[in-house]
């Protein structure tokens, strides 16, 4: 009977310094900061930043466009559950803002883009919205790494310098990383930097790193193409004699299929130049998983599709 009730104990006090298997627990043995974030971008600044002392949900996986996103039941709950929410903002989660507004009242629920400076952000021609693929853009996306070491170290004050020196070793990577893209870009011939792609989420890249940007669909998936807009795109590609185009993983090849048939009833030959990760990262494990993997990824793809 002894015996019995000892082991039992044992049992519990393992359970309570493990978590029984689960991982809610960070290395000093304390519960971990509960994190949920809408995309894969955002949980990448938390996970570098937070490390161990945080748990992160992202809500959108690989191949899910955030545009359209529409939150399960099983998404409210992990907002609910949730220390902390962050998303990107600019009304990228165009169909989630009303449940954020909720939410804001008794959560911290922040929009990493609120911490790019305006100066920063781009509008589009036919809107006066921002442009919310503030990602592309590595020197504007930096700034939403302090916005996440600001409110990590309010919910847990004791771990200030290591959420600080995590920050400082991801910007530097993210530094690296700017100035790879922008070495390898130049590598293309000045006339052929023109980036083509199903929509305009690449607005920001274009801008840093010296390629025009030219997307079927508007800025949100939401918009519809017409056929006068396939034309119109087809027509550019003939007369500025582009040779390739690009798919997106989070959006059906059809559009950008068109534009290629397009080309090919004009006798100009366009490829595809292979698939570029716009609004949602590649699958967790793999390079392409993390956002320095998914954006070396598309620099790389780019470059060797118009070079
Ligand atoms: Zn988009």
Same mark, same amino acid.
């Given at each position: 009977?002894?015996?019995?009730?000892?082991?039992?104990?044992?049992?519990?006090?393992?359970?309570?310094?493990?978590?029984?298997?689960?991982?809610?627990?960070?290395?000093?043995?304390?519960?971990?900061?509960?994190?949920?974030?809408?995309?894969?971008?955002?949980?990448?600044?938390?996970?570098?930043?937070?490390?161990?002392?945080?748990?992160?949900?992202?809500?959108?996986?690989?191949?899910?466009?955030?545009?359209?996103?529409?939150?399960?039941?099983?998404?409210?709950?992990?907002?609910?559950?949730?220390?902390?929410?962050?998303?990107?903002?600019?009304?990228?989660?165009?169909?989630?803002?009303?449940?954020?507004?909720?939410?804001?009242?008794?959560?911290?629920?922040?929009?990493?883009?609120?911490?790019?400076?305006?100066?920063?952000?781009?509008?589009?021609?036919?809107?006066?919205?921002?442009?919310?693929?503030?990602?592309?853009?590595?020197?504007?996306?930096?700034?939403?790494?302090?916005?996440?070491?600001?409110?990590?170290?309010?919910?847990?004050?004791?771990?200030?310098?290591?959420?600080?020196?995590?920050?400082?070793?991801?910007?530097?990577? !993210?530094? %690296?990383?700017?100035?790879? $893209?922008?070495?390898?870009?130049?590598? +293309?011939? @000045?006339? /052929?930097?023109?980036? #083509?792609?199903?929509?305009?989420?690449?607005?920001?890249?274009?801008?840093?790193?010296?390629?025009?940007?030219?997307?079927?669909?508007?800025?949100?998936?939401?918009?519809?193409?017409?056929?006068?807009?396939?034309?119109?795109?087809?027509?550019? !590609?003939? %007369?500025?004699?582009?040779? $390739?185009?690009?798919?997106?993983?989070? +959006?059906? @090849?059809? /559009?950008?299929?068109? #534009?290629?048939?397009?080309?090919?009833?004009?006798?100009?030959?366009?490829?595809?130049?292979?698939?570029?990760?716009?609004?949602?990262?590649?699958?967790?494990?793999?390079?392409?998983?993390?956002?320095?993997?998914?954006?070396?990824?598309?620099?790389?793809?780019?470059?060797?599709?118009?070079?």
């Amino acid at each position: 009977m002894k015996k019995w009730l000892v082991s039992i104990a044992a049992i519990t006090v393992m359970c309570f310094l493990t978590a029984c298997g689960n991982d809610q627990v960070n290395g000093d043995g304390k519960e971990k900061i509960q994190v949920t974030t809408t995309t894969g971008q955002v949980a990448d600044v938390v996970k570098n930043i937070g490390k161990d002392k945080v748990e992160v949900v992202s809500l959108m996986g690989p191949g899910v466009d955030p545009h359209l996103y529409q939150a399960s039941q099983g998404d409210i709950q992990k907002l609910n559950q949730a220390d902390l929410i962050f998303y990107n903002g600019l009304h990228l989660e165009g169909k989630m803002n009303e449940i954020f507004e909720k939410m804001s009242n008794d959560k911290q629920t922040v929009a990493v883009a609120d911490s790019i400076p305006e100066t920063m952000l781009l509008r589009t021609k036919d809107s006066n919205a921002h442009d919310p693929h503030v990602w592309f853009d590595i020197q504007a996306w930096i700034h939403t790494i302090d916005s996440v070491e600001k409110e990590l170290t309010k919910i847990s004050p004791e771990n200030e310098s290591f959420f600080q020196e995590n920050a400082l070793a991801y910007e530097k990577e !993210l530094q %690296e990383l700017d100035q790879y $893209a922008k070495e390898q870009i130049a590598t +293309i011939p @000045e006339e /052929s930097r023109v980036l #083509v792609t199903a929509h305009d989420a690449f607005g920001y890249f274009g801008h840093a790193y010296g390629l025009e940007v030219m997307g079927l669909q508007g800025l949100s998936t939401d918009s519809e193409y017409g056929l006068k807009d396939v034309q119109g795109l087809v027509d550019i !590609l003939v %007369e500025r004699n582009i040779k $390739a185009v690009f798919i997106e993983s989070s +959006i059906s @090849e059809k /559009s950008i299929q068109a #534009v290629v048939e397009g080309a090919k009833k004009q006798k100009h030959e366009v490829v595809i130049g292979g698939e570029l990760f716009s609004d949602a990262m590649g699958e967790e494990g793999t390079e392409e998983g993390t956002y320095a993997g998914m954006f070396k990824h598309n620099v790389d793809t780019i470059v060797s599709a118009l070079k």
